[in-house]
């Protein structure tokens, strides 16, 4: 490429000859991991490419603030986080603005967009209005190429999440498969719920076929983020200038270990992290996902009930409520809604149920991954809830743990006029456990 000494430590690989009229060569080296150990964490800026929140994601637990927190304290104990980008399950929330949050901790927040694809899943940056209207979201088998050409004629960046891992991530689609690469040229080949051997997979990927690599924490849980990240030379702080760089060169992946203060540790984080992806690439097998797809979106109804104050009491007695905009009427009558309504949580309480049985055919064993409550308007006294139960989506992942299907369900609350009052979505996860051993 050069042997401008300014860009020695780019290392890059040369691309391969379908590509080499292309425009951006991949960054990676032989391990894609750059192990020279001259540059210093403060010559990069550090920003995790790939998280969630429970803001938007089902699956997550993590608050943004709680990211915030966490981040402080690993800056810390020395190590460089400058910030993170938002990529939340199959939607865009436009209202969502965390400006204030990212000022008050000074950690830059950007936000992007994880997509489900044919070929696995697909982070989106940059995606504008005529990509949102095209797309329908929640569809978990959207045609890759259309999704790649969209977003980068719609002025964005569309990046192969998680590439190493099976079934949901590029490379195994490549190989045996043979999908094409054309339009694709970045991928996740770093991620912080990735096996090392998937990781190794991914990074393979980069360097056969010349694609740039990234890394992310792919983090659901506030302990989780930052774990992997991607080394800018400049500053990236909005999502236009993200964009701009990943269509460019000056990047890398790198554990968070490598932006340590003390010169020692990130050595040892970059022989670490070479030796753990000098590994062969493996394929997990597994049957494709078996469950019934028509009852999907099919609402069943669960009867109806009427609030009355003496509920909203009890209620709040429970779980030890004491806003007087559920209890007290004067206080109430000087609020925003004029008169005592009921707090969101009781309609949970009172009417809940499923849709209908998806049957999905894996997994010896089940658990619950979390409830997230949409509260739309104010139920007050005497309003009559309806409440209808359906199964949201299916859809799996796979992670360090192995193999996990999640079925999320719905339940619409609506008053006696028609009107939609809240929503409850709760995820269950169906699992294959080896039985314990005596």
Not at 82 to 98: A, I, K, M, P, S
Not at 309 to 332: K, M, W
Not at 337 to 349: H, K, Q, S
Request: hydrophobic content about 35%; charged content about 25%.
């Amino acid at each position: 490429m050069t042997s401008d000494p300014a860009e020695a430590r780019i290392r890059p690989v040369i691309p391969t000859a379908e590509r080499s009229a292309g425009r951006f060569p991949t960054i990676t080296n032989e391990t894609g991991i750059d192990d020279t150990t001259g540059a210093a964490p403060g010559d990069s800026f550090y920003l995790d490419l790939h998280t969630h929140s429970a803001d938007g994601s089902d699956d997550a637990g993590a608050t943004v603030e709680g990211y915030l927190r966490w981040i402080t304290g690993r800056r810390r104990l020395g190590y460089r986080i400058d910030g993170f980008v938002l990529t939340e399950h199959r939607r865009f929330d436009r209202d969502r603005d965390y400006s204030a949050l990212a000022a008050q901790y000074d950690v830059t927040i950007l936000r992007g967009i994880e997509v489900e694809t044919d070929v696995g899943h697909v982070l989106v940056y940059g995606a504008g209005e005529e990509f949102l209207r095209h797309f329908d979201l929640a569809d978990v088998a959207l045609p890759y190429q259309d999704v790649f050409r969209a977003a980068w004629e719609g002025g964005g960046i569309a990046v192969g999440a998680h590439a190493g891992r099976p079934r949901i991530g590029l490379a195994e689609h490549v190989d045996r498969r043979a999908v094409s690469l054309e339009g694709i040229e970045v991928i996740e080949a770093l991620n912080g719920g990735s096996s090392d051997a998937e990781n190794s997979h991914g990074l393979h990927l980069a360097e056969q076929h010349g694609l740039r690599a990234v890394g992310g924490s792919d983090s659901h849980f506030v302990s989780g983020v930052g774990r992997c990240l991607t080394a800018f030379r400049e500053p990236v702080r909005s999502v236009e200038a993200l964009v701009e760089a990943l269509r460019g060169q000056d990047f890398r992946p790198v554990a968070v270990e490598e932006t340590h203060d003390d010169p020692e540790i990130r050595e040892r984080s970059r022989r670490l992290t070479a030796a753990r992806l000098d590994q062969a690439i493996t394929h997990a097998d597994g049957e494709p996902l078996e469950y019934n797809r028509d009852v999907v979106g099919v609402e069943v109804p669960l009867g109806a009930f009427e609030i009355t104050r003496e509920q909203i009491i009890a209620y709040c007695d429970s779980v030890g409520e004491t806003n007087p905009l559920y209890l007290d009427d004067a206080a109430a009558a000087a609020g925003p809604y004029g008169e005592v309504v009921a707090p969101p949580g009781l309609l949970n309480a009172v009417l809940t149920g499923r849709g209908p049985d998806p049957e999905v055919k894996f997994g010896n064993t089940t658990f619950m991954a979390g409830t997230r409550l949409e509260y739309y308007a104010a139920v007050r006294p005497g309003d009559v809830i309806s409440g209808a139960a359906s199964v949201k989506e299916v859809y799996e992942k796979t992670g360090r743990s192995g193999r996990m299907v999640f079925v999320v369900n719905r339940v619409r609350y609506s008053n006696q006029r028609g009107e939609d009052v809240a929503a409850v979505e709760s995820s269950l996860v169906h699992r294959q456990v080896r039985p314990r051993e005596d």
